[in-house]
């Protein structure tokens, strides 16, 4: 079956997610979790996420409640709701766009809904907000990096398709022994990528749009290839490792170093929860790693983590309680589990919600 235009944006980012993963699960680590965001995209949590089939929320909403206009394009798919589109564009004393990664943040925002629009109404409601937003040659401009923006996601999505069968079989073999080849084919990935991207975009685009990514790229690829290289010996790894973040952007190295306190954090966690400790002990244990304040943060997470939980148990039991309803046809329980979905959750939610609901399917 060919592949969709919708296809273009979503699945670039998914074998570059499929890389990384089996990389990480062949190389040893060393005290840290060596997965920074940038690699993989900002893919959702887990595994399953990635891979599931997302049906599309068939809900729209007024264009007015997320944008600054109305839409001649109609409402706006569902998983917008709740988001507010603010202007982010500006222009020098000439008028001339002041390029920032804020326009490719304005893409990516109208991008996101790949899934739910064809991409020819998505660029037209991109090039409406330009319109709306922008006047000459602040517009003119906006509307080229448009132009050189898509036509890069469509190059990067023609070279994933060229690569699909080699990364297959890499896939394939296996073997603890291949954490080498796994790492050499993500340099690939990440030169061409880059490569793409000059070719693509101008150089000032390019540098606004990617510098801070590609230098966090650039570092952990670094700390990976040692992290990879057997022949070292722990001391030995770890002066690298410094040499490598002396040479590093300080926000990098504290961005990393960040993410390894919250990754001990969670291991202490999960001791103090198995030994029975109440949530008085766990805030404390927050308080002395990370201070009072995210301590709190971490708190009213775990209320909403809590919340979210009982909610999708609830609407499981009642679910398959409608699904052994052996007096309903299966029209009328699919129109049944549709609207308790839709009366208990939002658009969002009930994208999240199929995970659960394939997870419950699979163990029965």
């Known amino acids: 079956m060919p592949l969709t235009q919708k296809k273009i944006i979503s699945f670039t980012s998914l074998l570059v997610f499929l890389l990384v993963l089996v990389f990480v699960f062949l190389v040893e680590h060393d005290d840290e979790k060596t997965?920074?965001?940038?690699?993989?995209?900002?893919f959702p949590v887990s595994k399953q996420d990635i891979v599931q089939e997302i049906e599309p929320s068939q809900k729209r909403i007024p264009s007015e409640k997320v944008l600054p206009y109305k839409s001649k394009y109609g409402p706006l798919p569902g998983t917008l709701e709740g988001t507010i589109?603010?202007?982010a564009l500006a222009v020098d004393e000439d008028g001339n766009l002041r390029i920032?990664?804020?326009i490719k943040r304005v893409f990516d925002f109208f991008l996101s809904t790949i899934e739910?629009?064809?991409?020819?109404?998505?660029?037209?409601r991109i090039q409406e907000y330009l319109d709306y937003s922008l006047d000459e040659p602040a517009l003119s401009q906006a509307k080229e990096i448009m132009t050189q923006y898509i036509s890069l996601k469509k190059a990067l999505f023609d070279f994933e398709v060229e690569r699909a069968e080699s990364l297959k079989a890499i896939?394939?073999?296996g073997g603890d022994t291949k954490g080498a080849s796994y790492l050499s084919l993500l340099k690939e990935q990440l030169d061409a990528q880059r490569d793409l991207r000059s070719l693509h975009l101008s150089p000032e685009t390019h540098d606004a749009f990617y510098a801070d990514e590609e230098a966090y790229d650039s570092y952990s690829l670094a700390r990976m290839e040692v992290n990879a290289n057997k022949s070292?010996?722990?001391?030995?790894?770890q002066a690298r490792f410094a040499e490598i973040d002396a040479q590093a952007p300080v926000e990098i190295v504290e961005a990393r170093k960040e993410a390894q306190v919250t990754d001990i954090l969670k291991a202490k966690t999960q001791v103090l929860k198995e030994s029975g400790a109440n949530q008085q002990e766990i805030k404390a244990l927050r308080t002395e790693m990370l201070g009072p304040e995210a301590a709190e943060r971490f708190e009213v997470l775990d209320q909403e983590r809590a919340n979210w939980n009982q909610r999708v148990e609830r609407y499981l039991?009642?679910?398959?309680?409608?699904?052994?309803?052996?007096?309903?046809?299966?029209?009328?329980?699919?129109?049944?589990?549709?609207?308790l979905r839709q009366?208990?959750?939002?658009?969002?939610?009930?994208?999240r919600l199929g995970v659960y609901e394939r997870r419950s399917d699979a163990v029965k």
Do not use: C, H, W, Y
């Open 232 to 237: 070292l010996t722990d001391e030995e790894k």
């Open 100 to 102: 920032s990664s804020d």
């Open 116 to 124: 739910e629009e064809d991409l020819d109404i998505i660029l037209s």
């Open 85 to 87: 589109m603010q202007q």
């Open 343 to 351: 009366n208990d959750f939002d658009s969002r939610e009930q994208i």
């Open 171 to 173: 896939m394939e073999q």
């Open 317 to 339: 039991k009642a679910r398959q309680a409608i699904l052994s309803n052996e007096g309903l046809s299966d029209g009328d329980k699919s129109q049944q589990v549709n609207t």
């Open 35 to 42: 997965s920074p965001e940038s690699l993989t995209d900002n």
